[in-house]
């Protein structure tokens, strides 16, 4: 596919030049222009005809674009740069009537699950300096979502997907995977953005497992791994003491350390912290 024809609009540059759209940094900026790259990550979702996207951050409507093009049943955008949204509701609400939504306020604040019918998924380019407590909100809450399909700097989605005995491998990893299946699709170097950010960027599928991969709570899951990670070179029989628990009575070898446990053995130590 050409460059600008996945539909018969403006090009985004144009877009950005007429709507006075210069990059903010506090707002994590960083606009991908390149459509056949917001086509590529639009068809990781998959067929979406069925599925209310919602998008975090459309910015200048890149990928917002090309996941409308790609046959969407509905797109809701939640947006806080007012001239983004009066951008979006020029040129591209117009083009997709009924189609398009586009919400203006703080991501942070939104109840997701109240924006949209099931099935919903969450869609983004995700502005960096709140990719991690967005992220958790959803898998809080991930029996509401049909998948993720999201965007992180490098760094950040290779902790998503680490395995034991890594130096990525913590907290992240093991919340994410107990949810979910995650996959990293593909990187895109910073050169593709406008402007550069200083790092690569990794899109990262998250499918939600029918069941978690071992039975614990969400509190537990967060208190046991917040232990051990925040000590990770101690061996857990001593990183574990504030919450006054003896990782032998879950079966778990007191002198291992943090990064050496999997999931399950992580939700054993939940399952015990709730025993207690
Ligand atoms: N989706 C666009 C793209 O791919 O070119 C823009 C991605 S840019 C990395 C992040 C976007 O998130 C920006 O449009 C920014 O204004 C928006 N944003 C930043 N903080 C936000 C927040 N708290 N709530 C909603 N949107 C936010």
Known sequence: MAKETIDNLPPLREVIAEHDLAAKKQLGQNFLLDLNLTSRIARTAGDLSNTTVIEVGPGP??????????????LIAVE????????????????????FEIISGDALEQDFEAL???????????????????????????????????????????????????????????????????????NIDARAFTPPPKIQSTVVSFTPRPEPLAQA?????????????GQRRKMLRQSLKSLGINPQDAGIIETARAEELNVEDFAALARLLEAN
């Open 80 to 99: 806080r740069d007012e001239r983004c949204i009066n951008a979006l509701t020029d040129y591209l609400a117009p083009a997709y009537p009924g189609k």
């Open 116 to 186: 949209a019918p099931a099935p919903r998924r969450i869609m983004s380019n995700l502005p960096y300096n709140i990719a991690t407590p967005l992220l958790i909100g959803w898998l809080k809450n991930i029996e509401a979502f049909e998948g993720l399909t999201l965007m992180f700097q490098k760094e950040v989605a290779d902790r998503i997907v680490a395995v034991p005995r890594t130096k990525a491998y913590g907290r992240l990893s093991i919340i994410s995977q107990w949810l979910c299946e995650v996959q990293p699709e593909f």
């Open 217 to 229: 709570s969400w509190n537990a899951m967060e208190k046991v791994t917040a232990a051990a990670f």
């Open 61 to 74: 409507g890149g990928l917002t674009r090309a996941i409308l093009a790609s046959g969407v049943k509905k």
